[in-house]
């Protein structure tokens, strides 16, 4: 069977810190640096036919290769690591870079444009202050490979003439510009992402807080209500005893409604509190959706009771708990109503269901006022509501969608304004027991 999920992740997970994100970037970006390093000397020495010996090049490839091993193996066991960890990893960088240019023609080497690449580094990622640092030691190093350097040696006269050099600034010029276009924006996409997780967890611990307040305040009502609800148990049964020896049919049907009606009130402070805080909607079962429905409607006042309307074309099962499933479609077909009652549409509700082999899909549709796009997107958001002050916390869809959430599946709106809205659960369907595993 294979299970549905909740939503389709739109950002990769991002746990790293700041500092992290940054090595995890420079490290894939000095693996590139080690393989061109290499590229460029074989081009020089066989190609070109530069004289010059190649062990000292070959020693600096050897350290940047180690160091990154060594980097990229420590990065694992650091999860939060010092910015100075990555800022010393690009003065390293220019520290190597400057020998290989000392052993390569100091400042006439057109890949002195790779000291660019690590200065636009830190000035993206490190801060203001490890950029100056970075460009200090950057002004230190070129004029150093400047004024001292160990020239190339072509061995043919004719090697270092014509448009060598410019064809070597060419490369190095877009190699440069590639790597900042690439690798910076990538980081900088990486930090974004970060902020965006980060602020996502804000925005939950937020809700969080406010759900249990209103937690909190629901225990107290339920504890304050108690006592009062109580006696008016007692009462009522007492005027049905008193109407019934009486032989007031009218006045002990009134008693049992109001002592029926006590009783309903106490299952809902009973609920309550779970229900605010999305508790007590996570245990384990099955629910037969017509019946689940069928409850829901008889729960409905009188006026409402009539226009739901449920016609399900075959029996439908969903592997989430019966209290949980009837609390979702109440809360759906209660809030089609006031968005249709509030609008002066007076027209029916339906719920429906289908069962395919990844889901058990019920509906909640009406035909009243619908939702603007922009309000849909945000309607199952925690304290979002478009109703008058005083009309609903705008708590109702979010519910709706922890219910869903919790069983495995998800939550979805369709909504067009004037058209009316269709609100659709994807449950978990039961596993059928004669299936393969």
């Known amino acids: 069977m294979t299970p549905i999920q909740?939503?389709?992740?739109?950002?990769?997970?991002q746990s790293f810190t700041e500092p992290a994100i940054v090595l995890h970037w420079l490290v894939r970006l000095r693996w590139l640096a080690a393989l061109g390093q290499l590229l460029a000397i074989g081009l020089a020495i066989w190609l070109l036919g530069l004289g010059y010996g190649w062990t000292p090049l070959a020693v600096v490839v050897a350290v940047t290769l180690v160091s990154n091993v060594l980097l990229a193996a420590a990065l694992p066991r650091l999860p939060d690591p010092p910015r100075s960890l990555a800022a010393g990893v690009v003065l390293a960088d220019v520290l190597l870079l400057t020998t290989l240019l000392f052993f390569t023609g100091g400042a006439a080497n057109p890949f002195t444009l790779l000291y660019v690449l690590h200065v636009a580094l830190a000035a993206s990622v490190l801060g203001s202050r490890w950029t100056w640092i970075v460009v200090g030691l950057v002004g230190v190093c070129f004029g150093f490979v400047a004024l001292v350097h160990r020239p190339?040696?072509?061995?043919?006269?004719?090697?270092?003439?014509?448009?060598?050099?410019?064809?070597?600034?060419?490369?190095?010029?877009l190699l440069v510009v590639l790597l900042v276009g690439y690798f910076v924006s990538r980081v900088v996409a990486s930090l974004r992402q970060r902020e965006a997780e980060l602020a996502r967890v804000r925005e939950e611990a937020q809700v969080g807080e406010r759900l249990a307040a209103i937690t909190t305040l629901a225990a107290g009502a339920a504890h304050e209500l108690g006592t009062p609800l109580a006696t008016i148990a007692v009462t009522?049964?007492?005027?049905?005893?008193?109407?019934?020896?009486?032989?007031?049919?009218?006045?002990?049907?009134?008693?049992?409604?109001?002592?029926?009606?006590?009783?309903?009130?106490?299952q809902i402070l009973e609920h309550l509190r779970g229900d605010v805080a999305g508790r007590g909607t996570d245990e384990p079962g099955e629910s037969d959706v017509q019946a689940c429905a069928e409850a829901v409607r008889d729960r409905l006042r009188p006026g409402r009771r009539e226009k739901v309307i449920i016609d399900f074309r075959s029996p439908v099962h969903?592997?989430?708990?019966?209290?949980?499933?009837?609390?979702?479609?109440?809360?759906?077909?209660?809030?089609?109503?006031?968005?249709?009652?509030?609008?002066?549409?007076?027209?029916?509700?339906?719920?429906?269901?289908?069962?395919?082999?990844?889901?058990?899909?019920?509906?909640?549709?009406?035909?009243?006022?619908?939702?603007?796009?922009?309000?849909?997107?945000?309607?199952?958001?925690?304290?979002?509501?478009?109703k008058d002050p005083g009309g609903g916390m705008g708590l109702g869809l979010f519910l709706v969608r922890l219910i869903a959430e919790k069983a495995g599946g998800s939550f979805k709106l369709n909504s067009e304004v004037g058209k009316g809205t269709i609100a659709t659960l994807a449950l978990p369907p039961i596993p059928d027991p004669n299936e393969p595993k």
Request: glycine residues 6%; contains cysteine; proline residues 8%.
């Open 318 to 386: 969903a592997a989430v708990a019966p209290r949980a499933l009837e609390q979702a479609l109440e809360l759906l077909v209660n809030n089609a109503f006031q968005a249709g009652e509030a609008a002066g549409i007076d027209g029916p509700v339906e719920i429906d269901a289908i069962q395919d082999p990844f889901a058990a899909r019920v509906s909640v549709i009406d035909i009243g006022p619908g939702m603007a796009p922009e309000v849909a997107a945000r309607a199952a958001e925690p304290f979002f509501t478009t």
């Open 6 to 13: 909740p939503y389709p992740a739109t950002l990769e997970p």
């Open 152 to 173: 190339l040696e072509p061995t043919s006269t004719d090697v270092l003439e014509g448009d060598i050099l410019l064809y070597g600034q060419a490369m190095a010029l």
């Open 236 to 266: 009522s049964r007492e005027m049905e005893l008193a109407a019934e020896k009486l032989g007031d049919d009218a006045l002990a049907e009134d008693a049992t409604l109001v002592r029926q009606q006590v009783e309903r009130c106490r």
